[in-house]
């Protein structure tokens, strides 16, 4: 079982940026598909954005792409969110997500506690 814990939430201004970071621990890091998804109160959970074990193949929503950038540093266990010109409705809670790499097309099997961001217009 992978533990992952998310930081880099907060609150910015429309056009700002942040990063989110997401740390494992428990198993070896490059053996899961990493993921971002989000959440608003009321709605359904979104995919933002994901990246195979090696970091060389990444896959992003339509709304964020070319805005945001998934990467990873599987020597330092961690996963990151670089989220560039913000919007209103980028607000939401981000959740970091693994799966083991063999079952890449399976449910995500391991979420952290989520960090809130929230982009003022």
């Known amino acids: 079982q992978v533990q992952l814990v998310e930081s880099g939430g907060g609150l910015v201004q429309a056009g700002g940026s942040l990063r989110l970071s997401c740390a494992a621990s428990?198993?070896?890091?490059?053996?899961?598909?990493m993921g971002w998804l989000r959440q608003v109160p009321g709605k359904e959970q979104e995919f933002v954005a994901a990246?195979?074990?090696?970091?060389?193949?990444?896959s992003y929503a339509d709304s964020v792409k070319g805005r945001f950038t998934i990467s990873r540093d599987n020597a330092k266990n961690t996963l990151y969110l670089q989220m560039n010109s913000l919007k209103a409705e980028d607000t939401a809670v981000y959740y970091c997500?693994?799966?083991?790499?063999?079952?890449?097309?399976?449910?995500?099997?391991?979420w952290g506690q989520g960090t809130q961001v929230t982009v003022s217009s």
């Open positions: 997500a693994a799966k083991p790499r063999i079952f890449v097309d399976r449910d995500w099997a391991y």
């Open positions: 428990g198993r070896t890091f490059s053996n899961y598909y």
């Open positions: 990246i195979n074990w090696s970091g060389g193949s990444t």
